[in-house]
Nanobody, 126 residues
Framework: VQLQAFGGGLVQAGESLRLSCVSR?????????MGWFRQAPGAEREFVAG????????AYTDSVKGRFTISRDAAKNTVYLEMNSLKPEDTAVYYC???????????????????WGQGTLVTVSS
C-alpha cells in the first residue's frame, strides 16, 4: 500500500474529524503535491483540497473553504485534512492522492494523480 488513509467515522452535523494519510513511499510528501478527494454514492470523485510540495500553499473547493484545512508533516510523511463544521453533504469516501507532476500547480482533476489511498468513509448525520 503506497498511501494509507484513515480517520473517518460517523459524526453529527457541526462536529469535526481529522483525516490522516500516511505515505509509505520515501520522501514522497516532501517532493510531491498531495490532494484529498471525496466521492459520494452515485457521484463522481471530486477534489476537496490540495497542498503544494514546494511551499505548502493550499487550494480548496469552494464548498469546504473556511471549514477544512489541509496540512502536512514531512517528518511523519503524513498529510492531514482537518474538517470542521461538518455537514450532511460532506458524507463521502475520502481519498488521499499524490499528484503525478511536481512541476505544475495543484491540479483538481483526479486524472492528474497517480497514487491513491484506499479511502476512508466519513458519514455526517443531520
Amino acid at each position: 500500500v503506497q498511501l494509507q488513509a484513515f480517520g473517518g467515522g460517523l459524526v453529527q452535523a457541526g462536529e469535526s474529524l481529522r483525516l490522516s494519510c500516511v505515505s509509505r513511499r520515501t520522501f514522497s510528501i516532501r517532493s510531491h503535491t498531495m490532494g484529498w478527494f471525496r466521492q459520494a454514492p452515485g457521484a463522481e470523485r471530486e477534489f476537496v483540497a490540495g497542498i503544494f510540495w514546494r511551499d505548502g500553499s493550499t487550494a480548496y473547493t469552494d464548498s469546504v473553504k473556511g471549514r477544512f484545512t489541509i496540512s502536512r508533516d514531512a517528518a511523519k510523511n503524513t498529510v492531514y485534512l482537518e474538517m470542521n463544521s461538518l455537514k450532511p453533504e460532506d458524507t463521502a469516501v475520502y481519498y488521499c492522492a499524490q499528484q503525478r507532476r511536481s512541476t505544475i500547480a495543484i491540479q483538481k482533476s483526479p486524472s492528474e494523480y497517480n497514487y491513491w489511498g484506499q479511502g476512508t468513509l466519513v458519514t455526517v448525520s443531520s
